[in-house]
């Protein structure tokens, strides 16, 4: 079962926050999840990106993939080291 970490959106309209959830790839952005891994706050000034490294890392060992999206937010925020 192909796994990904990705954003989940949640917030009302105008004032977005997203959870960095695993999921099934196959599942909808909404859809029901496996794990929360993180959580992101782009309101907030500046914004705010929280990572459980330990369960990122477990999730990554198992094979699972990056979504685009929060590739280039890890990227930005530095999580990630660029090759």
Do not use: C
């Amino acid at each position: 079962m192909p796994v990904t970490l990705r954003l989940l959106r949640l917030g009302k309209k105008g004032n977005p926050s997203y959870r960095i959830v695993a999921i099934d790839k196959r599942k909808k952005r909404n859809g029901t999840y496996k794990e929360i891994v993180g959580f992101y706050n782009p309101v907030a000034n500046p914004p705010v990106l929280t990572l459980d490294q330990k369960k990122v890392a477990y999730w990554l060992d198992k094979g699972a993939l990056i979504s685009e999206g929060l590739e280039k937010l890890m990227k930005h925020k530095k999580f990630v080291k660029k090759d």
